[in-house]
C-alpha cells in the first residue's frame, strides 16, 4: 500500500485540510489525482445566485438557486 499526504487550502488563514490516503501500489498518479480530487469535494459546499438590480417600481426580484 502507498501512503498519500494531501491537502486542500481555501485561500483563506487556517482554513486548510490534511489527509493520508491510502492507494494501492500499483495505483497510477492520474487514479490518485482523481481520488484526491474526489475525496476533497466532499468537504465543499459551493453555490451561486443571480443578483436582479431593483426596477422602476421598486420590485427587488431575487431567486436563489442552490
Excluded: P
Excluded at 15 to 44: G, P, Q, R, S
Aim: with cysteine.
Amino acid at each position: 500500500m502507498r501512503k498519500i499526504k494531501c491537502w486542500m487550502g481555501t485561500g483563506f488563514a487556517g482554513a486548510t485540510h490534511e489527509d493520508e490516503l491510502e492507494f494501492d501500489d500499483d495505483a497510477t498518479d492520474e487514479e490518485i489525482a482523481k481520488e484526491v480530487w474526489e475525496y476533497f469535494t466532499n468537504f465543499l459546499d459551493v453555490g451561486w445566485e443571480e443578483v436582479k438590480t431593483e426596477s422602476k417600481e421598486g420590485n427587488n426580484e431575487q431567486e436563489r438557486i442552490d
